[in-house]
């Protein structure tokens, strides 16, 4: 059966909300040391992070763990119009508030190209094993990764969160790869 991109949304939402806090947090963790090992983020020197919403994976840790390794770290910050941009976090001490409740950083640090990523780490409410994605509707990560370049793209999730099929238009935009507490799926074209 095909579901709407609505019902998906409200479906997935359902399933994190029944995640306890504690399975979040060392699901977090175990995400976050399988990404250290990965090739791409070792080889990567350029990575654009998300900053994760209380349903979301955090990575904080693997940020730190770049910021440390003398990685150049970017965050999004989303602009008016639907628009998104890369800007470079030195620390998660800097971080504020912006717009619908993320972190980001100052509205006076000037953003990097976008195809100058390396690595680009993307939340999702979905994602397929072909790689689509479903975000919350805005459209700003499909309008960003539009402008990836060669950047890997990999989608970081919950395992409840990887489903058969996502709904897809023809200006989404997927990942190359996915990343859950069980699995690493490489999307073959």
């Known amino acids: 059966m095909q579901y709407s991109k609505a019902r998906l949304r409200t479906d997935i939402k359902e399933q994190i909300a029944k995640i306890a806090c504690e399975k979040m947090s060392a699901d977090s963790q175990l995400i976050c040391r399988r990404l250290c090992c990965l090739s791409a983020y070792q080889k990567?020197?350029?990575?654009l992070f998300f900053l994760a919403t209380k349903q979301e994976v955090c990575?904080?840790?693997?940020?730190?763990?770049?910021?440390?390794?003398?990685?150049?770290?970017?965050?999004p910050r989303c602009q008016a119009a639907g628009s998104m941009e890369a800007v470079r976090l030195y620390s998660l001490e800097e971080t504020r508030i912006g717009m619908?409740?993320?972190?980001?950083?100052?509205?006076k640090r000037p953003p990097l190209a976008t195809e100058a990523l390396?690595?680009?780490?993307v939340p999702a409410l979905a994602f397929d094993v072909k790689g689509h994605r479903l975000g919350h509707g805005g459209g700003y990560y499909d309008r960003f990764l539009a402008r990836s370049g060669?950047?890997?793209?990999?989608?970081?999730?919950?395992?409840?969160?990887?489903v058969a099929q996502?709904?897809?238009?023809?200006?989404?935009?997927?990942?190359?790869a996915i990343l859950t507490p069980t699995r690493f799926l490489k999307i073959t074209i």
């Open 100 to 107: 619908y409740g993320i972190r980001t950083v100052s509205d």
């Open 166 to 176: 996502v709904p897809i238009e023809p200006w989404d935009r997927g990942v190359s």
């Open 150 to 162: 060669q950047a890997l793209c990999i989608g970081v999730a919950w395992d409840c969160q990887v």
């Open 44 to 47: 990567a020197r350029r990575i």
């Open 118 to 121: 390396d690595l680009i780490m």
């Open 59 to 75: 990575i904080d840790t693997v940020l730190v763990h770049a910021l440390a390794n003398q990685k150049e770290v970017y965050v």
